[in-house]
């Protein structure tokens, strides 16, 4: 069967609950080169935001650090992560759950992180026979969320136009690129006391949600001639 929908979906905070451990590690990690940084203000202002945009910024409050400072800091903060996932890391509730419910439709990951640190976070929760090699990182492409490129490209990749994709994510920076892309978006919102959801994008509290939603979607669409 040739399914209408292809599903794009977000890693950190969609798939695997990564993102208070990677606030937590820049928390540790910052601080000692120069940039306060505590894991409330990645929570509250810079999730899912590029490693480097996040660093500029707190380089425009707290002084610039040269090329090899902040190497050296990257790294630091990576080797940690990355440790600290292998140990620790989970799926979001419900998702690999879900995943199982969705198992016939084509589906990808699309993250702002490096592809190292999505084939870990793939591996250390089981998650990865769900997706296999179909993994699409901002710095393999070359190109950020909110920048809708990087969905485009994923779904060039994957053969589906945009309007035949829908893309699952929990961040603000990765709803803004699936709807600049045109494509369906669905708002994984965790936090709705704290976030809204965007004009144009699907809200759902629980990765339970899911299937019933894509059905509906699936549903909506044609079927490709």
């Known amino acids: 069967m040739t399914f209408p929908l292809c599903l794009l979906f977000d890693s950190d905070g969609t798939l695997v609950d ?9 928390a540790e990690t910052l601080p000692h080169f120069g940039l306060p940084f505590t894991a409330r203000q990645y929570m509250e202002e810079f999730r899912g935001v590029r490693f480097l945009a996040i660093v500029q910024q707190l380089e425009t409050r707290h002084g610039a650090l040269d090329d090899v400072r902040f190497q050296a800091m990257e790294d630091a903060m990576r080797a940690r992560m990355e440790d600290r996932m292998r ?3 989970v799926a979001i509730d419900g998702m690999p759950a879900a995943l199982e419910a969705l198992a016939a439709y084509p589906r990808a990951v699309v993250s702002n992180g490096p592809e190292r640190k999505i084939r870990c976070a793939m591996a250390s929760t089981g998650l990865a026979p769900h997706f296999g090699e179909r993994l699409f990182s901002a710095y393999t492409l070359g190109v950020w969320k909110p920048d809708p490129a990087l969905y485009l490209k994923a779904a060039e990749a994957m053969g589906y136009a945009p309007e035949r994709c829908v893309v699952i994510d929990d961040a603000a920076v990765g709803v803004a690129a699936g709807l600049a892309a045109g494509m369906r978006v669905v708002h994984l919102n965790r936090f709705p006391d704290e976030e809204t959801t965007p004009e144009g994008a699907i809200a759902i509290g629980h990765p339970g949600e899911l299937p019933a939603m894509i059905a509906e979607l699936a549903a909506k669409v044609p079927q490709p001639v």
């Open 18 to 26: 990564s993102e208070i451990l990677l606030a937590q590690v820049m």
């Open 87 to 89: 140990e620790e890391l």
